[in-house]
């Protein structure tokens, strides 16, 4: 049997990190709702308990109904506060955000944001009960003139909201190291491509690309304007002794480990 | 009020409760994920549910002619 979606445009790749539900704080209404309700059949069937046999079959059949009805109503309020509080739920996977939110029986939205359009992430926990019981807000800001995603009253506010940032830094991470890998085999194409008008060997041309993507200078430079790898110390110094130096711009610049690298050409 | 009438608003509204019942059960099942409170919550109301309704006409032919 195929498995499952938790919402329809779910990849069939795609993991889930978090589903998140409000937090229980946010049913408490309806538990209140129904011992108000639970209070009058409390009452009704103690009377009948106690007057049994002294009540008229008509006014005891009367009694009866009221409390059935009562019973059942106080269900059904009780089943549509959990449809409420339930099926609203804010899934976090590894490529979006997923807000779904369910409003009655007959109104569902479900809007999505992908994780790299995230740019902001605050969590706040305003108020006494928020404070006692562990849940807040999770705003997230994103980029362009999307609406700011916000999850609501959900516990644990800090922790999500770190995941959701960790998300995205992995997201923006794989997202870089997939557009220098398409621009090595690019580059690796167009080699060899030229190598061949030049007549030269497969394996001499291999060794040539070899050659060039283990130069530290050379990986730079195909990094252009893009992620350089945490790893590549001897590249990142090679780079910034170029730039200090002025080789490439005449500008003074120390390019940390793991910085974005705008390299002009 | 007459039984008859007593009982018969009884039957529209559990047929109304019922009508309800389908539709919220529906979302449950349409909407829930494997693993979570959905299926137990349906289980739980939809036996509390019968066990009201029962009881009640239980309780109403006992009134209305005295046996059981």
């Given at each position: 049997?195929?498995?499952?979606?938790?919402?329809?445009?779910?990849?069939?790749?795609?993991?889930?990190?978090?589903?998140?539900?409000?937090?229980?704080?946010?049913?408490?209404?309806?538990?209140f709702l129904a011992v108000l309700m639970l209070v009058p059949v409390i009452g009704i069937t103690v009377y009948l308990v106690a007057n049994g046999n002294q009540i008229p079959a008509n006014n005891a059949v009367f009694l009866v109904i009221v409390t059935a009805i009562i019973l059942l109503s106080t269900f059904a309020v009780e089943?549509?506060?959990?449809?409420?509080?339930?099926?609203?739920?804010?899934?976090?996977?590894?490529?979006?955000?997923?807000?779904?939110?369910?409003?009655?029986?007959?109104?569902?939205?479900?809007?999505?944001?992908?994780?790299?359009?995230?740019?902001?992430?605050?969590?706040?926990?305003?108020?006494?009960?928020?404070?006692?019981?562990?849940?807040?807000?999770?705003?997230?800001?994103?980029?362009?003139?999307?609406?700011?995603?916000?999850?609501?009253?959900?516990?644990?506010?800090?922790?999500?909201?770190?995941?959701?940032?960790?998300?995205?830094?992995?997201?923006?991470?794989?997202?870089?190291?997939?557009?220098?890998?398409?621009?090595?085999?690019?580059?690796?194409?167009?080699?060899?491509?030229?190598?061949?008008?030049?007549?030269?060997?497969?394996?001499?041309?291999?060794?040539?690309?070899?050659?060039?993507?283990?130069?530290?200078?050379?990986?730079?430079?195909?990094?252009?304007?893009?992620?350089?790898?945490?790893?590549?110390?001897?590249?990142?110094?090679?780079?910034?002794?170029?730039?200090?130096?002025?080789?490439?711009?005449?500008?003074?610049?120390?390019?940390?480990?793991?910085?974005?690298?705008?390299?002009?050409? | 009020m007459n039984i008859g009438v007593l009982i018969t608003i009884y039957g529209l509204f559990i047929i109304a409760f019922a009508?309800?019942s389908?539709?919220?059960?529906?979302?449950?099942?349409?909407?829930?994920?494997?693993?979570?409170?959905?299926?137990?919550?349906?289980?739980l109301y939809s036996l509390l549910s019968l066990l009201v309704i029962v009881i009640s006409f239980v309780v109403i032919f006992y009134e209305i002619y005295g046996v059981l």
């Amino acid at each position: 049997m195929a498995e499952k979606k938790y919402f329809p445009s779910q990849a069939p790749e795609e993991k889930i990190f978090l589903l998140i539900r409000k937090h229980w704080f946010n049913y408490i209404i309806f538990i209140f709702l129904a011992v108000l309700m639970l209070v009058p059949v409390i009452g009704i069937t103690v009377y009948l308990v106690a007057n049994g046999n002294q009540i008229p079959a008509n006014n005891a059949v009367f009694l009866v109904i009221v409390t059935a009805i009562i019973l059942l109503s106080t269900f059904a309020v009780e089943l549509f506060g959990f449809i409420n509080y339930y099926l609203d739920v804010y899934i976090v996977t590894d490529q979006r955000l997923v807000d779904i939110s369910q409003n009655g029986f007959f109104n569902r939205h479900i809007s999505e944001l992908q994780i790299r359009q995230v740019q902001d992430v605050s969590a706040h926990v305003d108020g006494f009960f928020d404070t006692l019981l562990h849940f807040g807000d999770v705003h997230i800001q994103t980029a362009g003139e999307r609406e700011n995603f916000i999850f609501t009253s959900i516990p644990h506010p800090y922790s999500v909201s770190k995941q959701i940032v960790d998300l995205h830094e992995n997201a923006t991470e794989d997202e870089d190291t997939s557009s220098i890998k398409k621009y090595d085999e690019d580059q690796l194409e167009k080699g060899l491509e030229k190598g061949l008008e030049k007549g030269l060997e497969i394996e001499q041309i291999e060794e040539k690309a070899k050659e060039l993507l283990t130069d530290p200078k050379t990986v730079i430079h195909q990094a252009r304007g893009v992620y350089i790898p945490k790893s590549n110390k001897a590249a990142i110094e090679t780079f910034s002794k170029e730039m200090k130096s002025g080789a490439n711009t005449g500008q003074e610049h120390e390019l940390k480990e793991g910085e974005e690298s705008k390299i002009p050409k | 009020m007459n039984i008859g009438v007593l009982i018969t608003i009884y039957g529209l509204f559990i047929i109304a409760f019922a009508i309800f019942s389908i539709v919220g059960i529906y979302h449950l099942r349409r909407f829930g994920y494997a693993g979570d409170l959905t299926k137990p919550a349906i289980l739980l109301y939809s036996l509390l549910s019968l066990l009201v309704i029962v009881i009640s006409f239980v309780v109403i032919f006992y009134e209305i002619y005295g046996v059981l």
